[in-house]
């Protein structure tokens, strides 16, 4: 089996997943119920979402672990079981992916900002650390290290996957265009603010996921292109602009819409291509289909 590193060291394209969220929520997942429990409660369900990814040509596959830090899981009184939960969506994900396939496992932001006093450093680092580390027990061959805005923060879980894992390390920023036209992260980040920053830290992987679809995410790549030429990077672009139809956040980009612009995403630099929000296992579908017709080598 082949590791993260020497997949990406073979110099192809390669394909993630797409969303997680959407998909539970289709699956029958309620507002205020926790996505990570699903994988003690209903794990045939998010195996299946995993499978269908693998199925429609993923290279790889996140696990269902976003939000399962032990600060996130306290919200709804599930912290002491934050390993459980977090080895059980690497091992469902590890068994939609095979041998062949490879598993991200999937650490988001916890909600606590260093910059207001609600958490402290060391609070931060505890709880990336228990989660990355159940990850790898649970068969995860990196860590993603996702839709970051802050980057105390992202160095601190960077730091925490480092030191405690030997998994390869992928962050990924959002990142929203501006009035003026620039790219910044909530916290006012631009890609040049970040991007060395990480890599420094460790990071084996950059890129963006999440906040624009596919063409916007071009010139976000571009930008990111500017300052760092050779560390692999990974987009997860949204569906599209959310807009709403009848009370509804309703992704809009087809499959088609999604996949037109992958030409352009290689052209300007990007080497694993995914989605975020919205996107289906027929996006994924036509992704790959996209990037294997190119066939390019890096």
Same mark, same amino acid.
Request: charged share 20%; proline share 3%.
């Given at each position: 089996?082949?590791?993260?590193?020497?997949?990406?060291?073979? *110099?192809?394209?390669?394909?993630?997943?797409?969303?997680?969220?959407?998909?539970? %929520?289709?699956? +029958?997942?309620?507002?205020?119920?926790?996505?990570? /429990?699903? *994988?003690?409660? %209903?794990?045939?369900?998010?195996?299946?979402?995993?499978?269908?990814?693998?199925?429609?040509?993923?290279? &790889?596959?996140?696990?269902?672990?976003?939000?399962?830090?032990?600060?996130?899981?306290?919200?709804?009184?599930?912290?002491?079981?934050?390993?459980?939960?977090?080895? #059980?969506?690497?091992?469902?994900?590890?068994? #939609?992916?095979?041998?062949?396939?490879?598993?991200?496992?999937?650490? +988001?932001?916890?909600?606590?900002?260093?910059? &207001?006093?609600?958490?402290?450093?060391?609070?931060?680092?505890?709880?990336?650390?228990?989660?990355?580390?159940?990850?790898?027990?649970?068969?995860?061959?990196? $860590?993603?290290?996702?839709? &970051?805005?802050? /980057?105390?923060?992202?160095?601190?879980?960077?730091?925490? @996957?480092?030191? *405690?894992?030997? $998994?390869?390390?992928?962050?990924?920023?959002?990142?929203?265009?501006? /009035?003026?036209?620039?790219?910044?992260?909530?916290?006012?980040?631009?890609?040049?603010?970040?991007?060395? #920053?990480?890599?420094?830290?460790?990071?084996?992987?950059?890129?963006?996921?999440?906040? *624009?679809?596919?063409?916007?995410?071009?010139?976000?790549?571009?930008?990111?292109?500017?300052?760092?030429? @050779?560390?692999?990077?990974?987009? %997860?672009?949204?569906? +599209?602009?959310?807009?709403?139809?009848?009370?509804?956040?309703?992704?809009?980009?087809?499959?088609?819409? &999604?996949?037109?612009?992958?030409?352009?995403?290689?052209?300007? @630099?990007?080497?694993?291509?995914? @989605?975020?929000?919205?996107?289906?296992?027929? %996006?994924?579908?036509?992704? #790959?289909?996209?990037?294997?017709? $190119?066939?390019?080598?890096?």
């Amino acid at each position: 089996m082949m590791t993260f590193k020497q997949k990406l060291s073979q *110099n192809k394209v390669l394909v993630s997943d797409g969303a997680w969220g959407t998909f539970l %929520h289709a699956k +029958g997942l309620q507002s205020g119920e926790c996505p990570e /429990l699903w *994988n003690i409660t %209903h794990p045939e369900e998010v195996l299946d979402i995993a499978t269908s990814y693998i199925r429609a040509g993923a290279d &790889m596959i996140e696990t269902n672990s976003f939000g399962g830090s032990r600060i996130k899981l306290g919200h709804y009184g599930l912290a002491v079981r934050t390993a459980d939960l977090n080895e #059980a969506a690497a091992r469902i994900s590890r068994q #939609a992916a095979g041998e062949e396939k490879l598993v991200l496992g999937s650490i +988001g932001p916890t909600g606590k900002m260093l910059l &207001m006093g609600d958490v402290t450093e060391e609070e931060l680092y505890q709880a990336f650390q228990e989660q990355a580390v159940a990850l790898q027990k649970g068969g995860a061959d990196a $860590l993603c290290i996702e839709t &970051m805005s802050a /980057l105390d923060e992202a160095l601190l879980a960077v730091k925490a @996957g480092v030191e *405690n894992t030997d $998994l390869a390390i992928i962050v990924t920023f959002t990142f929203e265009k501006t /009035l003026q036209g620039e790219y910044r992260t909530m916290m006012g980040l631009a890609p040049g603010d970040v991007v060395q #920053a990480v890599i420094d830290a460790g990071a084996d992987v950059i890129g963006a996921n999440c906040g *624009n679809g596919m063409e916007r995410m071009i010139d976000i790549v571009r930008e990111i292109r500017k300052i760092d030429r @050779g560390t692999p990077l990974l987009v %997860h672009a949204n569906a +599209g602009t959310p807009v709403i139809q009848d009370g509804k956040t309703v992704f809009p980009e087809s499959p088609e819409q &999604m996949a037109q612009w992958i030409p352009q995403l290689i052209d300007a @630099g990007a080497n694993i291509i995914g @989605g975020c929000c919205g996107t289906t296992p027929e %996006h994924i579908r036509r992704i #790959a289909q996209k990037v294997r017709e $190119l066939a390019v080598d890096r």
